[in-house]
C-alpha cells in the first residue's frame, strides 16, 4: 500500500537555523498539507498546497515558513529561522483531490535548542 | 469556524469487551468526519469517515462509528477491543474543501 513518506525522522537544530523538511507524496496525489503537533497538544494545521500555490494557511504559518515543491516529487517545508516554540511534531499529508481522505506520514520530530 | 470536542482524555476497556470514544463537532453547513489513529513514534493512520449517507460507518480493524447529526456527535465504537488496539485516537472535522480540524485525542487503554 502506498505511503506518505518524510525525512528526516528527527531533527535537531539551533534556535536561529533554517530547516527543511521533506516529504514525499503518494505519487497520483494532487493535494498537500503540513500539520504540526506540539508535544501533549492537539494536532493543528498550517497550510494547504495545490497546483504550485499555498491554499490555505493557519495564523501559525507567518513568514518564517515558506513551502514548495521544488523537483515534482518532493514537498517541502522550511522554516528559515527557528525558535525554541516551533518544537514539535510536524506532519505531511496528503491527498488525490481536495475533497478527499487526506493521508499522513510518520512525521519530523524537530527539536530546537 | 468548525471545532471538535473529545471529552475524555482516556479511555480504559478491557479487553473483548466494547468500546466507545467520544466525540463532538462544531460546523456551519454539512460536516466531514473523520477518525484517526496513532500509535507511538507513528503518523496519524486514516480509520474512517462519514461524508454522507448512512449514519452508521464502517472502517479498519474492526472499528465502526456512528454518526448522529442531532447530537452532533460522531463516537467511534468497537464491538470487542483488543489489547493492540491501544493507541491515540483522534476525531477530525472538516467542512467540505476546508482544512481538517482536530480534537486534542483520547487515549484508548486495552487491558488483558
Known amino acids: 500500500e502506498p505511503e506518505v513518506t518524510q525525512t528526516p525522522s528527527h531533527q535537531v537544530t539551533q534556535m536561529g537555523q533554517e530547516v527543511i523538511l521533506r516529504c514525499v507524496p503518494i505519487?497520483?496525489?494532487?493535494?498537500f498539507y503540513w500539520y504540526r503537533q506540539i508535544l501533549g497538544q492537539k494536532v493543528e494545521f498550517l497550510v494547504s498546497?495545490?497546483?504550485?500555490?499555498?491554499?490555505?494557511k493557519s495564523e501559525i504559518f507567518d513568514d518564517q515558513f515558506s513551502v514548495e515543491r521544488p523537483d515534482g516529487s518532493n514537498f517541502t517545508l522550511k522554516i528559515r529561522s527557528t525558535k525554541l516554540e516551533d518544537s514539535a511534531m510536524y506532519f505531511c499529508?496528503?491527498?488525490?483531490?481536495?475533497?478527499?481522505?487526506?493521508?499522513f506520514g510518520p512525521g519530523t520530530r524537530l527539536t530546537v535548542l | 469556524a468548525q471545532s471538535v470536542a473529545q471529552p475524555e482524555d482516556q479511555v480504559n476497556v478491557a479487553e473483548g469487551n466494547p468500546l466507545t470514544v467520544k466525540c463532538t463537532y462544531s460546523?456551519?453547513?454539512?460536516?466531514?468526519l473523520f477518525w484517526y489513529v496513532q500509535y507511538p513514534n507513528r503518523g496519524l493512520q486514516f480509520l474512517l469517515k462519514?461524508?454522507?449517507?448512512?449514519?452508521l460507518v464502517k472502517g479498519s480493524y474492526g472499528f465502526e462509528a456512528e454518526f448522529n447529526k442531532s447530537q452532533t456527535s460522531f463516537h467511534l465504537k468497537k464491538p470487542s477491543a483488543l489489547v493492540s488496539d491501544s493507541a491515540l485516537y483522534f476525531c477530525?472535522?472538516?467542512?467540505?474543501?476546508?482544512?481538517?480540524?482536530f480534537g486534542k485525542g483520547t487515549m484508548l487503554l486495552v487491558s488483558p
Open positions: 462519514y461524508i454522507t449517507g448512512d449514519n
Open positions: 499529508a496528503t491527498a488525490i483531490a481536495g475533497i478527499d481522505t487526506q493521508y
Open positions: 505519487s497520483n496525489h494532487l493535494y
Open positions: 477530525a472535522v472538516r467542512r467540505g474543501y476546508s482544512t481538517l480540524t
Open positions: 460546523v456551519s453547513g454539512n460536516p466531514y
Open positions: 498546497f495545490y497546483n504550485n500555490e499555498i491554499s490555505e
